[in-house]
Each structure stands twice: as C-alpha cells, then as structure tokens.
C-alpha cells in the first residue's frame, strides 16, 4: 500500500508543478440601477453566487408569481443564504426592474 502511495505521488507531484493559472474576465451585465430597497439588498446577497446575467435573461413579461418563486428556489433548493425578511424586497426588485412590471 505504502508503494502504491509514494507512486502516486512521484506521477501526480510533477502533475501538479505543471498546473497553470487562468484569469476569466470581468462579468460586463450588472445589476439596473434602482432606488428600491431590493436594489441594495439584491446587491448584497445574489451578486455573491451571479451576476445579473441571470435577471436579464428571464422573460420579461414574468410577474411577480414567478420571482417568488425564483427567489425561494434560490434560499431553498440552491441553498442561497438570504434571509427570510429580505425575500419581498429582492422579490420587488426583480419583478419591477427585470419583469412585468419594468418601467
């Protein structure tokens, strides 16, 4: 067994030497711009996992059903740590900013 691991060694040490680094660049979609409370608290919490990459793409006759639902699945199925009383503000914010009732 010991064998085995100083081989393993020896084959992945040099391996690791040879690893390169890489930068990706910059996310160009931010978050709109908004004098909502959701703006700052969606600053806040989504921007830590996605950009508002994510918020452009959704269709945007989406009310505010649906970002109830995209938020909740983001606290509860993807484990994002939002607490519940921000929930309605960011839930505001999309659905004024990003969905059916954008201005």
């Known amino acids: 067994m010991k064998t085995k691991l100083v081989c393993l060694a ?3 040490f040099p391996a690791a030497l040879l690893a390169k680094e890489i930068t990706l660049p910059e996310d160009g979609i931010l978050w ?3 004098s909502l409370p959701g703006y700052q608290t969606t600053l806040a919490n989504c921007s830590t996992c996605h950009s508002a990459h994510y918020a452009e793409y959704q269709p945007p006759n989406s009310g505010k059903g649906y970002w109830q639902a995209t938020v909740l699945k ?3 199925v ?3 740590p939002l607490a519940e009383e921000d929930v309605p503000s960011i839930v505001e ?3 004024d900013t990003y969905g059916s009732n954008r201005k």
């Open 10 to 12: 020896i084959v992945l």
């Open 32 to 34: 709109r711009t908004s």
């Open 74 to 76: 983001m606290k509860n």
């Open 78 to 80: 993807f484990k994002a």
């Open 93 to 95: 914010y999309l659905t």
